[in-house]
């Protein structure tokens, strides 16, 4: 499936984070079986290790930006004593579907040592919520077992005992061999696995007829009963763009992680227009105009021919 329109009209204009950057997030990277005797070279000596109550080293953040503060980071209260076993704890209730595995849920999040509050990661200083496919493997058992049934809108610790975070496996200088390690995490979205039944396979509104609209124009297919999506917000979407006159698919990001874009003068002018009042769980079909979108002369490697308008289906799974 083409994506070079994809790049255009979202991904370079108005990416908010979907794992763009390279940056340190040691909870993406689980232990395979047997780490701790197939691969000597990823323990970290113990006598380099951060002692309890030691002073945590600069951070390795690997972004174009950290963001110095951020508000929205949480203060973490470590748990009392040791966690023998996955501890959750809901520290803000949220709403709508609970994440079952298969799901995606995109997160912020901040890890310590449990033992001493010691800090090794967070996203916030990067402003890149984090991704997770649930029941893939994908994380450290804590997370991938401690996010099933958590809601949009949901604030939510986990105390994690080591077996169930990287065991005799060390990661770093922080995260040691056999440390119970505890997350307090923001949950942004949670993303239904995709049903390929409910994929659109064409825009659901009338063709463009030459010459083509003057204006864009939409139509919601689905009308969606959540909360409105306002100027500089992170939408979370998954889209198709159709060719206007035939119908044809030029590009879909149904298939891949949801999108991440803020809503801003950033995104096509058809686009900004096109989703002005979209609510959270509504499929809207917008129709663009050359003017709207990539200009007279299209883009016809991708597949447009000049002066043809696109036909854009838009999900909005969530807003933060």
């Known amino acids: 499936m083409r994506r070079?329109?994809?790049?255009?009209a979202f991904i370079a204009l108005s990416l908010a984070a979907c794992g763009g950057s390279e940056t340190s997030t040691p909870v993406s990277l689980p232990p395979a079986e047997g780490a701790a005797d197939s691969a000597p070279e990823t323990t970290v000596p113990e006598d380099l290790c951060v002692p309890v109550g030691?002073?945590?080293?600069?951070?390795?953040?690997?972004?174009?930006?950290?963001?110095?503060?951020?508000?929205?980071?949480?203060?973490?209260?470590i748990p009392t004593e040791a966690p023998t076993e996955l501890d959750r704890t809901v520290l803000e209730e949220g709403s709508g579907d609970a994440a079952e595995a298969g799901d995606t849920v995109?997160?912020?999040?901040?890890?310590?040592?449990?033992?001493?509050?010691?800090?090794?990661?967070?996203?916030?200083?990067?402003?890149?919520?984090?991704?997770?496919?649930?029941?893939?493997?994908?994380?450290?058992?804590g997370w991938d077992v401690g996010l099933i049934g958590s809601q949009t809108g949901e604030r939510v610790q986990l105390d994690i005992p080591s077996a169930q975070a990287y065991g005799e496996v060390a990661r770093s200088n922080i995260i040691c061999e056999n440390e119970d390690l505890t997350f307090v995490i923001d949950v942004r979205a949670v993303v239904k696995a995709v049903d390929p039944g409910d994929v659109p396979?064409?825009?659901?509104?009338?063709?463009?007829?030459?010459?083509?609209?003057?204006?864009?124009?939409?139509?919601?297919?689905?009308?969606?009963?959540?909360?409105?999506?306002?100027?500089?917000?992170?939408?979370?979407?998954?889209?198709?763009?159709?060719?206007?006159?035939?119908?044809e698919v030029l590009e879909t990001s149904w298939d891949a992680d949801p999108l991440q874009v803020v809503y801003g003068e950033n995104l096509?002018?058809?686009?900004?227009?096109?989703?002005?009042?979209?609510?959270?769980?509504?499929?809207?079909?917008i129709t663009v105009p050359p003017e709207d979108g990539f200009g007279e002369e299209g883009s016809p490697d991708a597949g447009l021919p000049a002066g043809t308008d696109m036909i854009f289906v838009v999900e909005l799974i969530g807003k933060y």
């Open 201 to 247: 396979t064409e825009p659901g509104v009338e063709l463009s007829k030459d010459p083509g609209v003057d204006d864009t124009v939409f139509e919601d297919l689905v009308v969606g009963d959540g909360e409105v999506l306002e100027i500089d917000d992170t939408a979370v979407i998954r889209y198709v763009n159709f060719r206007g006159d035939t119908g």
């Open 54 to 77: 030691g002073e945590a080293p600069e951070p390795d953040i690997a972004a174009p930006e950290v963001l110095e503060t951020n508000p929205d980071k949480p203060e973490i209260d």
């Open 268 to 285: 096509l002018p058809g686009l900004l227009e096109g989703m002005e009042g979209l609510a959270v769980g509504g499929r809207r079909a």
């Open 106 to 141: 995109i997160v912020d999040y901040a890890g310590v040592r449990s033992s001493d509050g010691l800090p090794f990661d967070n996203s916030y200083d990067r402003g890149e919520p984090f991704p997770v496919v649930l029941g893939q493997g994908g994380v450290i058992e």
């Open 4 to 8: 070079t329109l994809a790049i255009s």
